[in-house]
């Protein structure tokens, strides 16, 4: 069973589960959730605080805390099954994923935007509002490093990549906020896939960057 030791962030599970994300980053949840019954159980106890805030027709509480949530995972543990980790359709994409495939992943149309990284884009919105996308880096590849206006989610298809925050691996999701710098570079012996879904562009430190930012369109 694939171990997963990078989950979503609670703001980024209240978000999801307030339904104020977009499409993107929906989906790209919605893969990580197939295959995490850690962050699916969060994402129901979230679900389960804001019906109880509609239901009483008290005052919606915005202000949800994780330790709310981790008081109300004590007091309240989940008693129904957790649901069974789904076997994933094709080459290990997950189903959110694989519906929007048009082929398998080695079959996709990708286009080379440097040595060893390709793109897939899937987004349909202008990019000033964010990318939604497959990178593939070659095994030893190195991202420039950036950081992110907004929030920028990244879910691991396949192999892996470390950056100053750890080691990344099929089934993880990065979830990074403004406040993170990072220099990614792949660290598995096959090629690092990941879907990427932002809500503004990415903004790259250094002159390569720079440079290739034009065309990475992230
Ligand atoms: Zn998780």
Not at 70 to 83: E, M, Q, R, S, Y
């Amino acid at each position: 069973m694939n171990t997963i030791s990078h989950h979503l962030t609670d703001e980024t599970i209240q978000d999801y589960s307030a339904g104020v994300l977009n499409a993107p980053m929906e989906t790209l949840i919605a893969c990580h959730l197939t295959l995490c019954p850690i962050c699916r159980q969060r994402a129901e106890l979230a679900d389960a605080i804001g019906g109880l805030s509609l239901g009483d027709g008290a005052t919606v509480s915005m202000n949800v805390t994780a330790q709310d949530v981790i008081a109300l995972d004590k007091a309240n543990p989940v008693t129904g099954d957790v649901p069974q980790t789904p076997v994933a359709s094709g080459a290990g994409v997950p189903n959110p994923l694989a519906r929007l495939l048009p082929s398998p992943l080695h079959e996709l149309p990708w286009k080379t935007f440097g040595p060893g990284m390709k793109q897939y884009n899937l987004g349909t919105l202008p990019r000033k509002e964010g990318a939604f996308k497959l990178i593939s880096l070659d095994p030893g590849s190195r991202m420039s490093k950036h950081t992110h206006e907004h929030r920028e989610l990244t879910f691991i298809v396949s192999g892996s990549y470390s950056d100053e925050l750890g080691k990344f691996k099929a089934g993880d999701i990065a979830d990074l906020s403004a406040d993170h710098h990072h220099t990614p570079h792949v660290d598995s012996d096959i090629p690092c896939i990941s879907l990427i879904a932002t809500d503004a562009p990415v903004k790259f430190e250094g002159l390569f960057g720079k440079i290739v930012q034009p065309f990475v369109g992230i």
